[in-house]
């Protein structure tokens, strides 16, 4: 029992940031309509200049790398709409290729070992189960920057405006909405809250090259396991896809807890919970 | 979108493998060759699956995979013939991309590339734990190569044949009801539907034979190598494919052909080998923003212009000024 | 059983709203029935209703007799009902031609692997759906436009070229979403003669249209929708005559607030 608990506690902690990473993946979603497969690479990035300079500065760099590279997204996003392309996938496509080139800058400078730091050497040992600080430190940072996005939604004007646009963007528009403007904002979030996952992976169980698309799809997972539509189930949905790893990990093999989001994903879609009838034909 | 009509397509393909093969002399370069042709059939089933049907797959590398390893196992565990691993690389990877797309086609076409995805991370996995039989990290060696085409030259005429092939079946096709389908509703499916297309039905259909075209290649590239491992038919595969196809021009018969051919050459001249991916990924999104149905997109007006001075117009093309009405 | 296309009894809500409530519509072959509203009557949702875009909540739709309720709409379209887009979805890039010959996929039996492998029963069928369509596009003055992208055309053939590939079907039943909005005086009149022509021939027709006189020009039978429930129902006289209609739908016209037409 104790061990079980052990793992739950270590689950949340791990869980902490795929909600993290559930975030970004679920404002684009459902504003934009897309996926920014980049949202893993920006963690990736974050990481990488953070392993390299460290401390608060290191940290400091690696968001504003982060940072850039979404800007970089939201700059081509931008284009795409200009260019008349208004197709998702095209937008998606090229979120893609834009991880992908993340990925590779990443092994061309640092290489292919894995990046991780030490935070916190001390251990807490809370009713015989042991702690490290930095666990509690992630589900902290993950909750207040939850409850921070939830306010911007819903307690301001941008957040007015985000909310306008995604329920209809043409609506929106006619109502002196910037629509694409703020639509490349939520690109640019994307980059800033996906570097801050990616520090404190970091700081905990450490990343490599190749994480970049897996911390996507573990973000996508946790976004849509819930339901797509508000920010705290995508946070929730990422606690629990850390917990079924967790114990997977701790039960079975590391095979199966790898698997643990493909599946998420595999029957969260086949069970037609993401935007089945979209394609009824019918317009409301 | 219009195009040319009947098996032009196969015919033009024809006449540049001939060309190809009686062309190519130097061993290196036949090498070269075999292995962008393998790549150019997996290029053709993104252009199946996506550039005809709009449904972006992320996992065309992984079904080529499957029917590599159905035909290394058939070989190597059971002394098969590569006839019969001819049939399981098929049928496999159409079997499950059918399966898999029954599953998650109803949604937005975007949920399908994240199932694909999915699907390739989990193929993966599967092929690096299951030991006894996929040989795990260490890979399946000893396939046996194919008697009737056991030199690089003799391959490589093979490859040739088998992409004629697919692109003649793939020409069929898109000349059918079910072609002109998987064009409505990659535009819009409610418009499929309202014409009494069974849309899941034909999309599952078009993503399994998607699938079976890369099992094909896989099944090419497992008797070429006579190994196949965990490493070798991966995700940077599947993402170079799809840059195939997208800079080729996906909706295009050919374009994912000639996308193999110049991305194929472009990749020899580049200098290191962790740039490929700052290369790949900059590549897409260039082509996304300047030329989004890719190079065959950008020549078209061109190849008209010159065929319309060569050939007589057909008799049911309205003239030029008519159509402008 | 009994000929037409009957709806009967169609419920619909969406959360709270009650889109269709006990509202019903019959469609004879041979006559063209109109249906009009105010927005928000629930014309579209019942439009949607009986060709299986939309799932009712109860009610009941029969094709000559064929119970088709909550079915796909593969299967109506294959029982004989087709139905046109309020606004176009046809591919720009696509040929006339070949939008026509999508219509017609319901008309082809070629299987999958045929037509992959190109066998000569897909090659037959192939061939009998392309003469349809060439004596389709004949029949709606579409030939000279046969190679040309839909995209090139006026709204006026757009909407002919819909017609022409919803009809390509075999529909028995031809149901049109607002077919005149967007059109000139010629165009509508064009298009008015191609719809009677066809319901000359047999076709039964449902009009879902917002123009009050082109309803009461061209349809035999009009129905009323008010609120989701049938406000009227009848003969295009007796329905301008009925006090009810003229309070709540064509009063509005006079107060100029109908709405616009999209």
């Known amino acids: 029992m104790l061990l079980f608990t052990e793992y739950v506690i270590r689950g949340l902690f791990l869980g902490a940031m795929y909600g993290l990473l559930a975030l970004p993946m679920s404002l684009a979603f459902v504003t934009v309509g897309t996926i920014d497969f980049a949202v893993g690479a920006y963690a990736l990035l974050a990481a990488a200049i953070g392993a390299t300079v460290g401390g608060t500065l290191g940290a400091l760099l690696g968001l504003a790398g982060a940072l850039v590279a979404s800007l970089v997204m939201a700059a081509v996003f931008v284009l795409l709409k200009r260019a008349g392309h208004h197709d998702t996938i095209m937008i998606a496509l090229s979120s893609f290729g834009l991880a992908v080139a993340i990925g590779s800058i990443v092994l061309a400078s640092w290489g292919s070992t894995a990046f991780v730091r ?10 015989g189960i042991r702690i490290n600080p930095q666990g509690p430190i992630n589900l902290a940072v993950g909750l207040a920057l939850l409850a921070g996005l939830t306010a911007l939604l819903f307690g301001t004007g941008l957040g007015r405006m985000l909310r306008a646009s995604a ?46 698309l897996s911390l996507t799809l573990s973000g996508f997972a946790a976004s849509i396991v819930f339901g797509v539509s508000n920010p705290a189930r995508g946070f929730l949905g990422g606690l629990a896809i850390g917990v079924a790893e967790a114990l997977s990990a701790g039960y079975g093999s590391g095979a199966m807890t790898a698997l643990i989001p493909q599946f998420v994903v595999l029957l969260t879609l086949g069970l037609g919970m993401l935007g089945a009838g979209r394609y009824t034909g019918y317009r409301p | 979108m219009k195009q040319l009509r009947n098996h032009a397509n196969s015919a033009a393909a024809l006449l540049i493998a001939v060309l190809f093969a009686l062309l190519l002399r130097d061993p290196v370069w036949i090498d070269v060759a075999v292995v962008i042709g393998i790549q150019a059939l997996i290029a053709l089933s993104v252009g199946l699956s996506f550039g005809q049907a709009g449904l972006l797959s992320l996992a065309q590398a992984p079904f080529a995979a499957i029917g590599a390893y159905a035909t290394g196992i058939i070989s190597v565990h059971y002394g098969g013939s590569p006839l019969a691993g001819l049939a399981g690389a098929i049928m496999l990877p159409a079997l499950l991309g059918y399966l898999l797309a029954r599953l998650v086609i109803r949604l ?15 193929v993966e996995v599967v092929i690096r734990s299951w030991d006894s039989v996929t040989g795990g990290y260490v890979g399946l060696s000893g396939i046996s190569p194919l008697a009737w085409a056991a030199s690089p030259r003799e391959y490589f005429w093979l490859v040739l044949l088998v992409i004629v092939i697919v692109i003649a079946l793939y020409e069929n096709l898109l000349a059918s009801r079910f072609g002109r389908a998987l064009n409505t509703l990659r535009h819009d499916r409610a418009r499929a539907m309202a014409d009494g297309v069974p849309v899941v039905a034909v999309s599952s259909a078009a993503f399994g034979l998607s699938a079976a075209f890369a099992g094909v290649a896989g099944w090419l590239y497992a008797h070429y190598v006579s190994y196949v491992g965990p490493g070798d038919l991966g995700t940077h595969l599947s993402i170079s494919v799809v840059l195939m196809a997208v800079i080729g021009g996906a909706s295009y018969v050919l374009g994912p052909v000639v996308g193999a051919i110049v991305l194929g050459v472009l990749m020899r001249m580049l200098p290191a080998q962790e740039l490929q991916g700052l290369f790949y990924g900059g590549t897409l999104i260039l082509i996304l923003l300047v030329a989004r149905d890719g190079l065959l997109g950008i020549a078209e007006p061109w190849f008209a212009r010159a065929l319309r001075a060569i050939v007589p117009q057909p008799a049911r093309v309205a003239p030029e000024d008519e159509r402008r009405t | 059983m009994s000929k037409g296309l009957q709806a009967i009894g169609m419920h619909k809500r969406f959360g709270g709203v009650h889109a269709l409530d006990d509202a019903a519509i019959s469609v004879e072959p041979g006559r063209v029935t109109g249906l009009i509203g105010r927005n928000g009557s629930g014309k579209t949702t019942l439009f949607n209703c009986i060709t299986g875009f939309i799932v009712p909540d109860s009610g009941s739709v029969t094709v000559d007799g064929r119970d088709i309720t909550g079915a796909g709409p593969q299967t109506i379209v294959k029982a004989g009902l087709s139905r046109t887009f309020q606004t176009p979805r046809e591919d720009a890039r696509s040929t006339v031609r070949d939008a026509v010959l999508c219509g017609c996929y319901v008309q082809s039996s070629a299987s999958f692997l045929g037509a992959l492998t190109g066998l000569p029963g897909a090659r037959r069928e192939e061939r009998r759906i392309g003469l349809r369509a060439d004596a389709l596009l004949e029949r709606f003055g579409l030939a000279a436009q046969a190679e040309a992208p839909v995209g090139t055309l006026s709204m006026g053939l757009v909407r002919l070229v819909e017609v022409a590939r919803a009809i390509a079907s075999g529909a028995r039943y031809l149901l049109l979403d607002e077919p005149a909005a967007g059109l000139s005086a010629a165009e509508q ?48 006289e007796q329905v301008a005559r009925d006090p009810g209609v003229i309070e709540a739908y064509l009063g509005a016209i006079e107060r100029g607030d109908t709405g616009s037409t999209q």
Not at chain 1, 118 to 127: F, N, R
Not at chain 1, 190 to 198: D, E, M, V
Not at chain 3, 217 to 226: A, K, P, Q, W
């Open chain 2, 108 to 122: 937005e076409p975007l949920a399908v590339a994240l199932a694909t995805l999915s699907l390739a991370a989990i």
């Open chain 1, 167 to 212: 329920v209809n963007a043409q609506g929106a528009e006619l109502a002196g909405i910037p629509v694409v403007a703020v639509q490349a904002l939520i690109f640019a979030a994307g980059g800033l809250l996906g570097g801050i996952a990616g520090l404190l992976i970091l700081y905990s169980s450490g990343l490599d090259f190749t994480a970049g």
């Open chain 3, 189 to 236: 009149d064009i298009l008015s003669a191609q719809i009677r022509a066809l319901a000359s021939s047999g076709v039964g027709v449902l009009l879902v249209e917002h123009n009050f006189s082109l309803v009461l020009s061209m349809c035999d039978r009009i129905t009323v929708l008010e609120f989701g429930k049938v406000l009227s129902e009848g003969a295009p």
């Open chain 1, 118 to 127: 030490q935070g916190l050497d001390a251990v807490w040992t809370v009713a």
